[in-house]
């Protein structure tokens, strides 16, 4: 991979700022208790103290938010971002210790389930083709916005130590993870885990599993696609990953292939760590989840 001349270097950062930015819009928030019997959240309860949380803002689509009170007066914040499939999850597994926020930018998951007149790639979310035909103006930058937006909500809850957060995710939520790390980066991230992300070196991934199937049929040239998704390739924010880092990758994942997130561990310069799960393909896991934990244990 090469090394990013300063002109490149300006451009991640001026992207990063102007994401952030995005983000500091005010918005108005509608709090509902879950339901545990919807079919598209799994089903475990923090003592009825979860949430989900609507953001709304002018000119924006309005987007869910699940929020997972710490049981602790005073705890960190950790932000979760969905995987390409735009579920809900929640973990009541860390809420000992922090204040979670699964955050489902765009709309795209409700609390009656998905909207599906957004899921128009082939019943998926089209973020990604929509990132490219923009030329990187929207999809992933709308995205990460709606990240953005959460955060700062988040901040403002009384439990929540303001002005440090973590995120994790898995899969399109781990390149999610470290991209929000990066535009946080300076601004309160305190560390990240990311698991099979996505996002991670197109160069390298050459069309290979979700690198291939959700580019989309687009009549842009390779040069303009390339440079369309340059912002959003973590690869591009090493110079921006000041934090710890840990990445895990499946062994039988060939939706993110593990040599791009191998090729991304080798250029850190931060505390980090790499875990290969063999006998892991794509998807959530346990493994991941617990791995997750034990680092926002040591710093978060």
């Keep these: 991979m090469k090394k990013l001349t300063k002109a490149e270097q300006d451009r991640i950062d001026n992207f990063c700022d102007a994401v952030f930015a995005s983000g500091q819009v005010d918005c108005k928030t509608t709090v509902t208790r879950p339901d545990p019997f919807e079919p598209f959240i799994y089903p475990f309860q923090n003592l009825g103290q979860d949430r989900y949380v609507k953001f709304e803002?002018?000119?924006?689509?309005?987007?869910?938010?699940?929020w997972q009170p710490s049981f602790r007066k005073q705890a960190p914040l950790l932000i979760h971002t969905p995987a390409y499939g735009s579920e809900m999850s929640m973990h009541p597994e860390l809420t000992d210790s922090f204040n979670v926020l699964h955050v489902n930018p765009l709309g795209l998951c409700t609390l009656d389930g998905w909207d599906k007149s957004k899921m128009t790639f082939g019943g998926m979310s089209p973020v990604l083709p929509d990132t490219i035909s923009t030329d990187g103006k929207g999809g992933y930058f709308d995205?990460?916005?709606?990240?953005?937006?959460?955060?700062?909500?988040?901040?403002?809850q009384d439990n929540v130590i303001p002005d440090r957060v973590g995120f994790f995710g898995t899969s399109q939520g781990g390149g999610a993870a470290l991209l929000m790390g990066s535009i946080f980066s300076g601004r309160g991230t305190v560390c990240v885990a990311a698991d099979q992300p996505f996002l991670t070196n197109f160069e390298k991934a050459a069309g290979r599993g979700a690198y291939g199937s959700l580019?989309?049929?687009?009549?842009?040239?390779?040069?303009?696609?390339n440079d369309a998704l340059f912002n959003y390739d973590t690869m591009y924010h090493l110079h921006r990953f000041n934090f710890p880092i840990l990445l895990s990758a499946g062994g039988k994942d060939d939706t993110c292939p593990p040599d791009t997130i191998e090729s991304l561990f080798v250029q850190l310069n931060n505390s980090k760590s790499y875990t290969l799960f063999k006998h892991l393909p794509h998807g959530y896991s346990r493994e991941a989840l617990n791995l997750a934990k034990a680092w926002f244990l040591i710093y978060g």
């Design 143 to 156: 995205w990460l916005s709606c990240v953005a937006m959460a955060v700062k909500w988040a901040w403002g």
């Design 57 to 66: 803002a002018d000119g924006r689509v309005p987007f869910y938010g699940y």
């Design 215 to 225: 580019i989309g049929k687009h009549d842009k040239t390779q040069a303009e696609i």
